[in-house]
């Protein structure tokens, strides 16, 4: 059979305009017609703890927000600073450097270097492999997706291996990035990335002609003038912020990359919703009470919810480990996508969860699921009379119920049944 091919043009226009579709949602249009509010576009800086100006026009506050996000963090590498800036000014795609310019690109990259093997790193690898690139992702611990459980990492690591991803994950220093000065037939200039392996002597060349850089994000804080309204920050953790997510300045408040460990937009969602509650109604919701899932959008997925082992481990609590894998449910048989599992984190001696991981297709729409028994503080068991339509995935979650209450058959327990079975007949 004739290999696929990919139009990429079409594939990154059709991106593009998804995007611009859902960007309604945070436009300012959307802000100032649909919701009736008072938008200032332009650089707003604090000028006292009770005001701030923008285009020279001050505003005083009873509550503010800070809102600004973050930004991709740039690794300590000879040339990576100047490709990343020549590509945001160009803002043609050109030279990619990171998340904010990769989704500019019109022509396809032959190769393609990440660095960086968490979330972001994985995803866009693993997409551009698959669309006909060939991609190299470099790390320095060893690990892919290093929060998650090491042996869901590992499966898909394996799998965009299958892809043709190539790793390079024990890279003890990042030396430099240069132009070739040989332009591909795609438009995009050559370069060379050469970093040095542990255990290797001599420096490794990769060449490419498209650089990621997906190395984390870092809060937005600074240009604001923070100080002047006596908000304490830190450039690499963001807003010193309280339970509450108040600032060191009580009015004003912060939410999402700013100041979270949590660098998702639907944590930013809840905590804003939090925000609105405590500064005008009186609220108490806490930042700690806030049950964040999140999901790696990898083939196949990995989600996850509560705590994992680890957490569990240093702080001291026992548990145990509850799991049912796809390869035993009827609808990924049907599929043929039996690769992976759920795993459930619970109470050593109840059936209270403490956290879930799922890895496998479709587990970030899976996770939720755990995500509202723990919320409800429904226990596995109780998952077990939950009925799911036949045959879903999403099965894996009542039969991982029935596997718990399978351990506590004990001998006794059996016994007694028999016992109980014997004098119905």
Do not use: W
């Amino acid at each position: 059979p004739k290999a696929v091919k990919v139009d990429f043009e079409k594939v990154m226009e059709s991106v593009r305009r998804v995007r611009a579709q859902i960007s309604h949602h945070d436009s300012a249009q959307r802000f100032t017609k649909e919701l009736g509010i008072d938008l200032f576009i332009g650089r707003g800086k604090f000028t006292g703890e009770r005001t701030v100006t923008v285009n020279g026009r001050t505003l005083t506050f009873k509550r503010a927000v800070v809102a600004t996000g973050g930004y991709p963090t740039l690794v300590p590498i000879k040339g990576v600073k100047e490709l990343h800036q020549q590509a945001t000014t160009d803002n043609n795609g050109d030279k990619p450097s990171s998340t904010e310019t990769v989704f500019n690109m019109t022509k396809q990259p032959k190769n393609m270097v990440v660095i960086g093997a968490g979330v972001i790193g994985l995803e866009l690898a693993q997409a551009m492999q698959r669309l006909g690139t060939s991609v190299a992702v470099l790390g320095r611990s060893g690990k892919v997706l290093p929060k998650e459980d090491p042996d869901m990492a590992q499966i898909v690591k394996e799998q965009m291996i299958k892809d043709g991803v190539t790793f390079r994950l024990s890279v003890v220093e990042y030396r430099n990035v240069a132009l070739t000065g040989k332009v591909l037939d795609n438009g995009y200039p050559e370069m060379k990335v050469t970093v040095v392996e542990k255990g290797e002597s001599a420096p490794i060349d990769l060449v490419c002609d498209a650089l990621l850089v997906a190395a984390g994000r870092r809060p937005n804080v600074t240009g604001m003038d923070l100080e002047k309204a006596s908000i304490v920050f830190d450039t690499k953790e963001g807003l010193v912020v309280s339970d509450k997510l108040q600032t060191t300045n009580p009015r004003v408040y912060g939410v999402g990359d700013c100041c979270s460990q949590y660098k998702f937009t639907h944590a930013a969602d809840f905590m804003a919703r939090a925000v609105i509650k405590n500064a005008f109604f009186f609220g108490k919701e806490k930042m700690s009470k806030l049950l964040i899932p999140y999901a790696t959008f990898t083939s196949p997925e990995i989600a996850s919810v509560g705590l994992y082992g680890s957490d569990l481990d240093e702080k001291g609590i026992e548990y145990r480990v509850i799991e049912k894998h796809f390869k035993d449910n009827d609808r990924a048989i049907c599929d043929n996508a039996t690769t992976g599992f759920i795993r459930f984190r619970v109470d050593a001696k109840t059936d209270k969860i403490y956290g879930a991981s799922i890895v496998g297709n479709n587990a970030g729409n899976m996770i939720s699921e755990v995500t509202i028994a723990m919320q409800s503080d429904t226990g596995l068991g109780k998952l077990a009379n939950v009925i799911h339509p036949y045959p879903t995935t999403a099965e894996v979650v009542r039969q991982a119920g029935d596997v718990y209450n399978k351990t506590r058959l004990t001998n006794t327990v059996k016994q007694v049944l028999r016992g109980v079975v014997k004098l119905q007949r």
